[in-house]
């Protein structure tokens, strides 16, 4: 008897009174239907690769392939979704401030992120690394000129971020918050910045940013 006759016979005794209604049946039909469709020869060949003889080859390849360096970056992803965020100045009675070049278009030297406290930004990266996330400026000493600022760590001025703003006069709409997707800062570097504007004086800005420690 061959295959197809065979499958004929079975089907010939099935009572499908048992099985479910009339509309039952052609709900099930459809749905075989839709199975066979999506089940093609192709996939189906795909799970020839979960033989016991393809699983240890197929597991040294993940294994070359994601490296303990590879699977961290997972880390580095989930921590950029989702982490604990905090401000610098920590209150709302701080202000941190930063200063341009006295020179029109000219940076000032580095210098680092100290609140009105006295409190270095770095000290809050001591023992763990971190990153800024955001820059906000609060209020600009002069509201007709352009602000550029720098941010970098450790001795060698590791670039962090640049950023440019302006006050009112400047723009019709005031750039004031500027998200930052930078280089994580190793723990127990120090931060910098330095900032230029295009007035001949040394313009301020008070700004607070953001940051979340790993």
């Known amino acids: 008897m061959s295959e197809a006759e065979d499958n004929e016979r079975r089907v010939a005794h099935i009572d499908y009174s048992k099985l479910a209604s009339a509309t039952d049946m052609a709900t099930l039909v459809e749905n075989m239907a839709a199975l066979l469709a999506r089940l093609t020869e192709t996939r189906a060949s795909y799970l020839d690769e979960l033989a016991a003889a393809n699983l240890p080859t197929n597991i040294d390849s993940l294994l070359t392939r994601l490296t303990e360096t590879?699977?961290?970056?997972?880390?580095?992803?989930?921590?950029?979704?989702?982490?604990?965020?905090?401000?610098f100045p920590g209150d709302t009675d701080l202000t941190l401030t930063l200063t341009a070049g006295q020179a029109a278009d000219e940076f000032g030297t580095w210098a680092s992120l100290i609140d009105s406290r006295s409190t270095n930004f770095s000290s809050l990266i001591a023992t763990a690394?971190?990153?800024?996330?955001?820059?906000?400026?609060?209020?600009?000493?002069?509201?007709?000129t352009r602000y550029m600022v720098e941010l970098a760590y450790g001795v060698a001025k590791v670039h962090l971020t640049s950023q440019r703003f302006a006050g009112s006069g400047k723009f019709q709409n005031p750039d004031n918050h500027a998200r930052i997707f930078g280089p994580e800062i190793p723990a127990g570097e120090s931060v910098y910045y330095r900032m230029k504007s295009n007035t001949a004086v040394a313009d301020t800005a008070i700004v607070h940013i953001r940051y979340h420690i790993h």
Do not use: F, M, W
């Not at 990153?131 to 002069?142: G, K, M, P, R, Y």
């Open 70 to 87: 590879r699977a961290e970056y997972l880390d580095d992803i989930n921590d950029a979704l989702r982490h604990k965020t905090y401000i």
């Open 129 to 144: 690394p971190g990153h800024i996330t955001v820059i906000q400026q609060e209020e600009l000493s002069n509201e007709n």
